[in-house]
């Protein structure tokens, strides 16, 4: 069975920072990916960032160039760092794992950038 926990989550002026981290616990093998969504009031959740067990990193474009993920295999975390938000960035954000061909969710983090 896999868990998987975000925390880091809050409310955040418009310009600031807010780091978020996924901690993965139980069976965790390779390969795999893990990913961070979002999903705001009253819209389909949507694709934030991927990064595969070797470091690999693909963005979307409503993203890149402000938010950076990373991993620790070590430690199975997945964090989340969040740069010059601003009010659209507003979501709950979900950890997201795919391995084996089957995809794993946390319950998610909220973020509001709101002045």
């Known amino acids: 069975q896999v868990q998987l926990v975000e925390s880091g989550g809050g409310l955040v002026q418009p310009g600031g920072s807010l780091r978020l981290s996924c901690a993965a616990s139980?069976?965790?093998?390779?390969?795999?990916?893990m990913a961070w969504y979002r999903q705001a009031p009253g819209k389909e959740r949507e694709w934030v960032a991927t990064i595969t067990k070797s470091g690999s990193t693909n963005y979307a474009d409503s993203v890149k160039g402000r938010f950076t993920i990373s991993r620790d295999n070590a430690k199975n975390t997945v964090p989340l760092q969040m740069n010059r938000l601003n009010p659209e960035d507003t979501a709950v954000y979900y950890c997201?794992?795919?391995?084996?061909?089957?995809?794993?969710w946390g319950q998610g983090t909220q973020v509001t950038v709101s002045s």
């Open positions: 997201y794992l795919m391995q084996g061909a089957r995809p794993y």
């Open positions: 139980g069976t965790i093998f390779s390969p795999n990916v």
